[in-house]
Each structure stands twice: as C-alpha cells, then as structure tokens.
C-alpha cells in the first residue's frame, strides 16, 4: 500500500467458490483486503459459509440483509415471476441493511462504498451518499439487454410466448430507468471492458473521463493448461446461456456450414437459459452429424469441459466481459469471438480472434485457422494463452488496479482525465497503476 489502508463498504453479491460472478466477488474481496484495506460486507440475502480463504481474513467483516425469497413458491414458479420476486425481495433486504450502514459509518467513518455487481442497490443511507464518494462496479446493464431483447424479437417468439417477451421488456424497461437515474450518484464506474464502458455511457449518459477500465479476474489456479493433442475431431466448446444477444443461431449456421464443407469439427453446446429469454428451441437446427447441445452443467465442471476442448467460441452480439473467454485462456485454450466481447480486448490475436459480430463466414474462418495454428504448435499456443490470462486476469493485477484507482479518488490524486489513463485495453492495468 502506498498509502494508508482505505476503509471501504461493499455491497454486492456475497461471494462463493462456485465461479460466475460471485466467484469474481471472492477474487475481489480476497485481492482487496490482502492489500491492506478494511472491509465491511452487506449482503442483501441469508447467510452461508464463506470460502475459505475469505473467512479467516480479520480486516473483512460481514453483515447479512437477510431474504425470505424462495424457489418454486407461488411467487416464484415461472422465469418472469422469479426474476420479478426476487428483485423485489433483495431490494427490500437491502433496505434492511441501509440503517446498519448508517450506525457503523457513524461510529467509524467509510472512505467509499463500493457497489459491486448491480447499478440499483438501495443500500446506501442518503446521509451515506451525500458524504463518501460512490463506486459502481457493474457486470451488466438492463439497457444493453433491453435492446437486444427487442432487436432478437423474431427470435424470441419462435421460442417462447409472446407474453414472457412482453413481460420481460416491461421488467427491463423499469430497471433501465431506475439504472439511468441511479448512476448519476457514482463518483467513479469500473467497467470491465472498454466495450461495457462505451455502452454505459451512451445508454445511461454516464461522465467518460469517471470511468475506469479493468477486467473482472479469474482464479487461476482453477485451470491447468491443456497438454493433449488437438482432438480428432477437434471439439469447438460454446459455454454460456442459450440466450437472447449471445448469437446462438449464429452457432447453428455456423455448424451448418462447417458440416457443408466437409470441415472435422465437432461443436459442443453447454449452457441453461436466462431467466426471461430461452433460446434452446433454435438448437433443435443444430446438425446431429456434428454437434450436441448437453444443457446446463454444473460450475465445479466447468473447468473440466473447457480443459475437454480444443477452441472456445463465443459468438456474442454485445457481452460486458465473459468470463468463459479468461477461463478458457487460463487453461491454454484459444479463443473464437466477436468485436463485442469484451474479455478478448488486449489479447494476442493469435490465441483471441475478433469477428465482427453476425459474420458466420468470418467465425468459420477463424475456427479453421485456430485448429490450423493448434495442430502445428499446441504448445506454444496454449502457454501463450495461458500467459495472457496471467498478465490480464490475475486476480492480483486486477486487485492492484482497482485499489491504485480507488486510492486516487478517495486522496484526489486524480486529474479528472480516469479514461484516458485505461483506455488501451493492452495495458489498462498498468496504464492504472502508473497514473496513481
């Protein structure tokens, strides 16, 4: 620490091993208080077991919002009800927390409050807001799956009722609006790709020169570079939601064309669905010659099914992060995806291809010449991915960055020009920690 340890209030998703973004919550949490600043947590849901490395941590203390929400009651027995109860029910648990807050600012005063995951959080007394600068520190926003949602309508209605697609505009729409409004009370948004920050501020008006750039990490020690050879046939993993905005009958043509051709490929599909859009009815056209759709697995597999691949493919429309895309580069899994994925800005292009989103032609290409490159030097190629996951995803780099950019705002060591410190996603980390 280069100065004097920051005491900060989270709130946000209570962490876990089980990877997504709780798994990032851990990371974070872990990476933070290592590096010597005190952190009080409030959880907007029950309580449970800690990771391990998170609980024996002194400068971290916890303090619960409690939540009556439950699956499968009358109030959650579809998607949309679910989705609708259960944004309810957090909200009112973090309504809870915001007079707990308020006493333990009183009697030890924050630096900052840090609200990791969501841009609406009710947490945050007024008095709170009006004192400590704020930091937002989404993984989404409403608005980017609001115009996706509406742009795939055709998609949607071949898939589900037309009143769950009605239904979920109207549930984004809201949360869209109290998302614009919200974020105006951010002193500072840490976006995890600059493809994310762009959106914010075009979709909520949110200030440029307050945003900063740094990826979500990834736990590294989850993965173990592939050694094998290239599979015979190769498998193509595509690991995700089977979703609006996530490209999925761009993998069914993609498929289509490669078996057309003759290519040896084989594309295995894992993943469930969101919670208002289920796109798995698009993959009854996946070809049986040379695909499979096996469905939700679950986390603690996951690292084994990309270590079972050979390419990742993520075709996605617009994707904040993906954390799949640092997973597989942590393994030595090269990567297969759009302009608009944000965990590919920065990476080696040899192990990271970027298409243009829609460009089946241009994902087909790139597939063949990923397994071309895998098949004469796997590796090189998997060290070289794995050393990208190293120098732009180790929690440890991502931490140091996070914390360089909080310390400058809480000190006002900034020259109010944050996003042109981050801009270069290849070197956003140390562009961050250089300008502290």
Sequence with gaps: MGSRPLHIAWIGFAPTETGGVPGVATDLLHGLATLGHQIDCFFAGDEHELPPRLAGLENITYVWGRSSWRGNRWYSKTRLTGLASHLLARSLASLRLRGELGRRHKRDPYDLTYQFANVENLAVPARVRRTVPLVMHPETHSAGELRYLIAERRLSFRCQPVRTFVLAV??????????????????????ISSVFRDHMVKDYGYPLQRTVVVPNPVRLGRFDPVQRPVGSPPVVLVLGRVAARKGVENVVSLAQLLLARGAEVHFRVVGGTSLWSNYV??????????????????SARVPQEITDSDVLLQPSKYEPFALTVAEALAAGVPVVGTSEVGAVEGVDRSVAAAIEPGDV?????????????????????SALARSEAERLFAPDVVCAAISAALERLVNGDGDGDEADAVQAPTAQQTAVASSS
Aim: hydrophobic share 45%; glycine share 4%; proline share 3%.
């Design 281 to 298: 009815k698009l993959l009854d056209d996946l070809p049986a010659e040379n695909s499979e759709y096996v469905g939700r697995v679950n």
């Design 170 to 191: 109207v549930v984004l729409s809201l949360r869209t609006a109290i998302q614009r409004r919200k974020i105006r009370g951010a002193q500072m948004l840490v976006c």
């Design 361 to 381: 032609e241009g994902l087909a290409a790139a597939i063949l010449a990923t397994l071309e490159r895998l098949r004469a030097d796997r590796p090189r190629i």
